[in-house]
C-alpha cells in the first residue's frame, strides 16, 4: 500500500520520494516547485507529527 501511494505522490508532483526502513523521506526533483508540492502532500499523508527536515532543488537530469 505505501508504494502504490508513494507511486501515486511522485506521479501527480513530478518529484521523486524515497523512503528509507528508518522512516527517512527523500525528496528530489527538477524543479522547487516539484519538491515543494511533494513534501506537503507527504505531510498530507503522514500527519502533521511529521519531523520537519530540509528540501534540496536538483536542477537538470537526475542520475542514478
Same mark, same amino acid.
Given at each position: 500500500?505505501?508504494?502504490?501511494?508513494?507511486?501515486?505522490? *511522485?506521479? =501527480?508532483?513530478?518529484?521523486?520520494?524515497? $523512503?528509507?526502513?528508518?522512516?527517512?523521506?527523500?525528496?528530489?526533483? &527538477?524543479? #522547487?516547485?516539484?519538491? *515543494?508540492? =511533494?513534501?506537503?502532500?507527504?505531510?498530507? $499523508?503522514?500527519?502533521?507529527?511529521?519531523?520537519?527536515?530540509?528540501? &534540496?532543488? #536538483?536542477?537538470?537530469?537526475?542520475?542514478?
Amino acid at each position: 500500500r505505501c508504494g502504490a501511494t508513494i507511486g501515486r505522490l *511522485q506521479e =501527480a508532483t513530478g518529484a521523486r520520494i524515497d $523512503v528509507e526502513r528508518d522512516g527517512t523521506v527523500r525528496i528530489t526533483g &527538477r524543479q #522547487r516547485w516539484m519538491v *515543494q508540492a =511533494a513534501r506537503q502532500r507527504v505531510v498530507e $499523508v503522514a500527519g502533521p507529527d511529521m519531523a520537519p527536515g530540509y528540501e &534540496r532543488h #536538483r536542477s537538470g537530469p537526475t542520475g542514478s
